[in-house]
């Protein structure tokens, strides 16, 4: 009967675990949790090499001195992640006023970026992690080996100034640009 209620207790302290938001406190002191960290306002643009749809390298230190937009997105050409991109492709230009880079980045492959960008004439680049490198560095969550949908604006002084987690694509590209304006 012992054995009976401390089963209990423990599965309802595991089903009041699942319930929070936050992730169940660690068995072990000092374990690290297995949810990246979003990197946090004031955190700096990691410095970072990545190959774009082009198939030109880009270097995050060569940015330095611009705004800068990187938006984590799951999958090329869904209807989500197409509605986000042609939002900020129809923005661009405003979006260039405030003399940001902006870039896209998903899990696909440089094809699949390629073939993306030309359907919709997208005028950005998108970079390509499918080592999933870049998403680790600004602590983007992956579901299914697949970016979730995450945006960063950094400053001019290469610091993040903006974090948008769990972004709705209708209506972020407007968020973004009224973000830059408000760091301009």
Do not use: W
């Not at 089963?7 to 929070?20: D, E, I, K, Q, T």
């Not at 600004?138 to 769990?166: E, I, Q």
């Amino acid at each position: 009967m012992r054995n009976v209620a401390l089963l209990l207790s423990a599965a309802m302290g595991l089903a009041a675990a699942c319930r929070n938001s936050e992730p169940a406190p660690s068995a072990r002191a000092g374990e690290a949790s297995s949810r990246p960290e979003l990197l946090r306002a004031g955190a700096a643009l990691p410095d970072l090499r990545a190959r774009t749809h082009t198939g030109d390298e880009i270097r995050f230190a060569d940015l330095k001195g611009k705004p800068v937009v990187v938006y984590f997105y799951p999958k090329d050409d869904t209807p989500g992640c197409t509605i986000e991109a042609q939002e900020i492709r129809d923005l661009y230009g405003e979006i260039q006023g405030t003399g940001a880079v902006v870039l896209g980045v998903s899990t696909d492959g440089m094809a699949s970026h390629k073939a993306f960008a030309e359907k919709y004439q997208l005028p950005f680049v998108l970079l390509v992690d499918e080592d999933r490198r870049i998403a680790e560095a600004f602590g983007v969550p992956l579901k299914s080996g697949r970016a979730s949908r995450v945006s960063f604006v950094f400053g001019s002084d290469g610091r993040v100034a903006r974090v948008f987690a769990n972004v709705k694509p209708k209506g972020h590209g407007a968020e973004l640009l009224a973000a830059l304006r408000s760091t301009s």
